[in-house]
């Protein structure tokens, strides 16, 4: 569920959002024709040029439909949606080392105590079982 400061909630006016709209409709068709011309010629060029030289053409390409992306509402939604999670993990009190141990020797005291209890019932259905088959 998008927040207050979603990506659909970017224009006021709908004549700025016309405007916009169709800013953005041309930058995502840009970010899609450098996509494209990326991988046709990763294709093209795989019998011609080595892997490192096809790479260190795709990494710019990638880098400008990537900026040309950002430039967008959506892109810029999806910038700062980024930066808020990156803060949020900051604020995250992340367990201790000890707290940590402890936590797995319980779960897997659980699990092994668990095994124990499920093995017990069904070997005891299964005596059960024979009992009545004989």
Do not use: H
């Not at 011609?48 to 096809?54: G, T």
Request: without cysteine; charged residues 15%.
């Amino acid at each position: 569920m998008p927040s207050e400061r979603g990506i659909d909630t970017y224009m006021s006016t709908s004549g700025q959002e016309t405007a916009s709209s169709s800013m953005d409709v041309f930058k995502w068709v840009v970010v899609v024709a450098f996509v494209a011309v990326g991988v046709f010629g990763n294709f093209y060029f795989a019998d011609e040029y080595s892997p490192l030289y096809r790479a260190l053409a795709l990494v710019p390409m990638a880098g400008v439909a990537l900026v040309v992306a950002l430039q967008t509402a959506r892109g810029a939604a999806f910038a700062r949606l980024v930066k808020e999670s990156r803060a949020e993990i900051r604020r995250v009190v992340w367990p201790s080392k000890q707290e940590t141990t402890q936590t797995t020797l319980i779960v897997f005291a659980v699990v092994v105590v668990m095994g124990l209890v499920l093995w017990l019932l069904d070997m005891g259905l299964n005596w059960l079982i024979s009992l009545f088959i004989g």
